[in-house]
């Protein structure tokens, strides 16, 4: 996964909608992430750092540019009393999008180049670490380091329906280049990757606002040469939320669901992600300080199901709490800081193990 998942964290500033009018926007920051395990686990202690970068530019009426990246360090302390570190830090790949507004307010055409700038080839020795940052259940602002870079393009589309209602469609397709993922290993030819998504918004009564999405993606299995495949199954996410008044601050409800199937169209031989489910719903207060604050306290449930031998078993459930502050700086610029401590459980191999750890962030946007 590139840069361009995590900066949509950055969509917690206040200012990104009104900036879609202004015709520079950027946006950097710091996020810190460490989670500690009890004793079972070959590790201690999972920690991240990353600071983003992007910087968006309009161009005339009908086009939009932006770049995306990021620096990250990451560490994995090994059980044990000999136990060692794992480490990795650098930047992930880069991400240059172009968005056109084919038909203004209904259809966009957006093409993305991924820039390999991130980990393309990374040591036997820190695969332990690659692993342990990538699964949904933590949730990691960084899940991934780096690839062979790629090219995607695809279209979107918004109609109305009804007076008040919209419904939204859009399909993309990704091609990724041939890369070696493994020192002194082959290189792999990444399948396409074909996505698809369809969504409804709207208002409805006593001044409340509902969204829902509905994505699937489908992707090709990797050529691993001589013969050899790895892959992934297809994967349907649902995504849904309610907003809605309560007195002067604003309650937002919401919940998604991932599901992965098991992968089609590979022989027995094949290297495959397993079957598996993640769930999460949270609720969010934005409640205004004044008239440059907005303290959100924030609740979210996490769960998540893996099928490594046919049967879904549960991997862990993680409860995050705490809550952002955000502060208009000026007319240009706003500026997020974020507290939260997340507690559950990890299941391994029969095997249940404590998981805490906090989320700390700053981050900020400024547009012109």
């Keep these: 996964m590139t840069a361009g998942r995590w900066l949509l964290g950055l969509a917690v500033l206040p200012g990104v909608l009104a900036a879609q009018a202004a015709t520079t926007v950027a946006r950097t920051g710091a ?3 460490s989670y500690s395990f009890g004793s079972g686990l070959a590790f201690n202690r999972i920690s991240e750092f990353t600071i983003p970068i992007g910087v968006t530019q309009r161009v005339g009426g009908r086009l939009v540019i932006d770049v995306s990246t990021a620096f990250a360090s990451a560490s994995v302390s090994e059980a044990g009393g000999g136990g060692g570190t794992i480490t990795h830090s650098g930047l992930v790949d880069t991400d240059l999008r172009a968005t056109i507004s084919v038909i203004p307010g209904k259809v966009l055409f957006n093409v993305v180049g991924t820039i390999p700038t991130g980990a393309m080839t990374v040591s036997s020795t820190t695969i332990p670490l690659f692993g342990a940052t990538g699964t949904g259940l933590l949730g ?3 899940p991934s380091f780096g690839s062979g870079g790629g090219i995607s393009a695809g ?14 469609t859009g399909a993309s397709y990704h091609y990724g280049a041939s890369y070696v993922p493994v020192e002194g290993g082959a290189e792999m030819s990444p399948g396409g990757e074909i996505r698809g998504r369809m969504g409804i918004e709207g208002p409805f009564g006593g001044g409340k606002y509902f969204r829902g999405a509905l994505v699937y993606t489908t992707t090709a299995g990797n050529d691993l040469g001589a013969g050899r495949q790895s892959g ?7 995504y849904t939320a309610v907003s809605m008044p309560a007195g002067s601050s604003h309650l937002s409800l919401y919940g998604w669901e991932m599901r992965r199937l098991h992968p089609r169209g590979l022989d027995t031989m094949a290297v495959t992600v397993p079957p598996g489910n993640v769930l999460a719903v949270g609720a969010r207060l934005d409640r205004p300080m004044g008239p440059k604050a907005t303290l959100s306290p924030l609740l979210e449930f996490r769960h998540e199901l893996t099928a490594p031998a046919g049967r879904m078993e549960l991997l862990g459930y993680l409860l995050r709490a705490g809550t952002d502050l955000r502060y208009r700086l000026s007319d240009r610029a706003t500026g997020v800081i974020q507290a939260q401590l997340a507690f559950g459980t990890l299941h391994d191999a029969g095997t249940s193990v404590s998981i805490v750890g906090p989320r700390l962030g700053a981050l900020i946007e400024w547009a012109r």
């Design 232 to 238: 992934i199954g297809d994967r349907i996410l649902a």
């Design 155 to 168: 279209f979107a589309s918004a109609f109305r329906m009804g007076q008040n209602w919209a419904v939204g």
């Design 31 to 33: 996020t810190f992430e």
């Design 140 to 142: 990691f602002t960084t």
